[in-house]
């Protein structure tokens, strides 16, 4: 999401205001959206609605009214905004408002970056010691680790920006003023609501602390992952089976070093060379219902495996969401180093 100051101009400017304020935006969308006295978007200006007023006969020091356009796309309370998304990009709009119920602008969506907007709220869970990887993590939590020269975290947040989602519940223990100010400096255009656990909680019972959430559907998401999760995909997913919670997963594959038999009392049936068994293992990502978790009780230890599975004793349908690429869980130094050399490859782009 971009801030929308820039974008914003009153209705009684002129042409002649407008064309500076677009001369100055640099590589902003050059869009702007035109307001009323009490703030009610009234329409939006292009650089192209200033041509096409000009060649009308208008002069630069008419008002933008005259060349504003009136019938603009607009994300509104109730809408469809995978529908509002789409026929922005088919008109190949730049930038989207966000308006209220009452017509102010919100937020400006600029869509080059951004990729889907979806209806989640957003955890990262960020507190762990990261024991298995001291010394490095003695004065730096593990979140903050860099990867290409990037903390590991800013992957994970770049994810949660391309699909829309401007706000993130940071659960935090771990020298977690560090990560709060990491976040203060660079995602200054995302809304971080800091968590800080005051004991261990798991990876569920940090969500009994919040209690506003938005949406009808959250998404918790480990800080110390690097994936090619794609969470669109994942999301539309979680919303077509019907399933209370979704859990991502990805492919997991044991080699046995030696000859497996199969036996049946005291015959050998079979004999298996070296085989490969193959599952799927939790890969620290989930989207839960919020009816889920609203109940869950305060400050008591919860973990993702066992709260999914007293919900699938309570008949609540729990599926899951394969991942197709790259996933590393960053807890040892093996894989640490695994991720760092990661970046020199191709599809270190996708993370």
């Not at 356009?69 to 809408?79: E, K």
Request: hydrophobic share 45%; glycine share 8%; charged share 25%.
């Amino acid at each position: 999401m971009a801030g929308f100051e820039t974008h914003l101009l009153p209705l009684e400017a002129t042409l002649q205001e407008s064309m500076s304020r677009l001369n100055n935006m640099g590589r902003e969308p050059l869009i702007l959206f035109i307001a009323d006295a009490a703030g009610h978007i009234a329409g939006t200006l292009t650089d192209g609605d200033i041509r096409r007023g000009l060649l009308r006969g208008m002069t630069p020091a008419d008002g933008v009214a005259g060349a504003m356009n009136r019938c603009f796309t607009a994300l509104r309370p109730g809408d469809d905004e995978a529908a509002v998304l789409k026929k922005a990009r088919e008109r190949n709009l730049r930038m989207l408002p966000r308006l209220d119920a009452e017509g102010r602008l919100l937020q400006a969506v600029d869509l080059s970056k951004v990729r889907s907007l979806l209806p989640l709220d957003a955890v990262l869970m960020a507190g762990g010691r990261g024991e298995r990887l001291m010394p490095l993590t003695a004065n730096t939590p593990k979140p903050l680790l860099k990867v290409g020269g990037k903390a590991i975290i800013d992957y994970n947040v770049a994810k949660l920006k391309a699909c829309g989602i401007d706000r993130v519940y940071l659960c935090l223990r771990y020298l977690h003023e560090q990560i709060e100010a990491h976040f203060a400096v660079n995602h200054a255009d995302m809304e971080a609501v800091a968590m800080v656990e005051t004991m261990r909680m798991g990876t569920f019972g940090a969500l009994s602390l919040i209690t506003d959430w938005q949406h009808d559907d959250i998404l918790v998401m480990n800080a110390d992952l690097l994936s090619s999760l794609d969470l669109t995909e994942m999301y539309e997913r979680h919303r077509s089976t019907g399933a209370d919670a979704t859990m991502a997963v990805a492919p997991y594959t044991v080699a046995v070093p030696f000859a497996i038999i199969d036996t049946d009392e005291d015959r050998i049936t079979g004999m298996r060379e070296k085989p490969e068994f193959n599952y799927y293992a939790n890969a620290g990502v989930y989207i839960l219902k919020r009816s889920l978790v609203e109940h869950m009780p305060r400050n008591v230890y919860v973990d993702a495996p066992d709260f999914l599975l007293e919900a699938i004793g309570e008949g609540r349908k729990v599926s899951y969401f394969p991942i197709v690429g790259t996933w590393i869980d960053i807890g040892t130094p093996d894989q640490y180093a695994r991720a760092c050399a990661l970046h020199g490859a191709k599809d270190i782009d996708r993370l």
